[in-house]
C-alpha cells in the first residue's frame, strides 16, 4: 500500500525559499499511470494545485503559482520535491502530497494524500 | 473564488440523505471526471467518489455521485455523525490547465 510522508522547514521568512520533500513509500515512483502532486491549504480556507510530475520529471504547474515554483524528482530515493520562491504570508499553508492516479485523458484522481505538513511565513 | 462552485455549508440528522451540488463549466465538469474528497476535522482529504460515480474500497455504499453535464452532485444516505467533515469536488479544468477544487462544503450532523 503506497504511503507519502512530507518533510521539510515549518517556517520560512518573507522573501525567502520554501523547500519541501515527499518521501513515497510501499510503490516506485517511476511506476506508469502516475504523477506526483503537490496541493496546499491555508488555514480555514479550501484547496488549491500546486502542481504534479512524473517519473521522466514532465511537469505542469498552476498558472498562479507557475513564475515561483519548482518541482523536481528523485527516483534513486524515491521521493519528490517542491520549492517555491518569494514566499509571502499568503503562503502560509498545510501542505500536502499526494499521487495523481491516470486512468485515461480525462479520469483521474488524487490518493492516496499524506497526512500534510503546516509551512508558516513569518519573519 | 473557486472554479467549482459548492454550497458552503450542508445539514442533516442522523438518518437522513442530504446532497451536495458541486457547479462547473464545459472545460472542467463537462469534459472530465469529478472526483469527491473527505476531509474529516484535523485530517487530509481521503478519496471519496472517483470518476463521477465509483466508491473506492472501503467507501460505504451509502455515499454516492452522479453528474449531468457541468454540475456533479454527492449524495450520504443513512447520515451518521462521523460524516461530519468538509467535502471537496475537484475535476481537471483544459482551459487554465490546471486541477480546480470546489470552495468545499461543510456538512454539520444535527
Known amino acids: ?123 | 473564488q473557486s472554479v467549482l462552485t459548492q454550497p458552503p455549508s450542508a445539514s442533516g440528522t442522523p438518518g437522513q440523505r442530504v446532497t451536495m451540488s458541486c457547479s462547473g463549466s464545459s472545460s472542467n465538469i463537462g469534459s472530465f471526471a469529478v472526483n469527491w474528497y473527505q476531509q474529516l476535522p484535523g485530517t487530509a482529504p481521503k478519496l471519496l467518489i472517483y470518476i463521477d460515480n465509483r466508491r473506492p474500497s472501503g467507501v460505504p455504499d451509502r455515499f454516492s455521485g452522479s453528474k449531468s453535464g457541468t454540475s456533479a452532485s454527492l449524495a450520504i444516505s443513512g447520515l451518521q455523525s462521523e460524516d461530519e467533515a468538509d467535502y471537496y469536488c475537484a475535476a481537471w479544468d483544459d482551459s487554465l490547465h490546471t486541477w480546480v477544487f470546489g470552495g468545499g462544503t461543510k456538512l454539520t450532523v444535527l
Not at chain 1, 41 to 58: A, N, R, T, Y
Not at chain 1, 110 to 118: A, E, I, K, N, Y
Open chain 1, 1 to 123: 500500500q503506497v504511503q507519502l510522508q512530507e518533510s521539510g522547514s515549518g517556517l520560512v521568512k518573507p522573501s525567502q525559499t520554501l523547500s519541501l520533500t515527499c518521501d513515497v513509500s510501499g510503490g516506485s515512483i517511476s511506476s506508469g499511470g502516475h504523477s506526483w502532486s503537490w496541493i496546499r491549504q491555508p488555514p480555514g480556507k479550501g484547496l488549491e494545485w500546486i502542481g504534479h510530475i512524473d517519473h521522466s520529471g514532465s511537469t505542469d504547474y498552476n498558472p498562479s503559482l507557475k513564475s515561483r515554483v519548482t518541482l523536481s524528482v528523485d527516483k534513486s530515493k524515491n521521493q519528490f520535491s517542491v520549492t517555491l520562491t518569494f514566499v509571502t504570508a499568503a503562503d502560509t499553508a498545510v501542505y500536502y502530497c499526494a499521487r495523481e492516479v491516470i486512468l485515461t485523458a480525462t479520469q483521474g484522481w488524487f490518493g492516496p494524500w499524506g497526512r500534510g505538513t503546516l509551512v508558516t511565513v513569518s519573519s
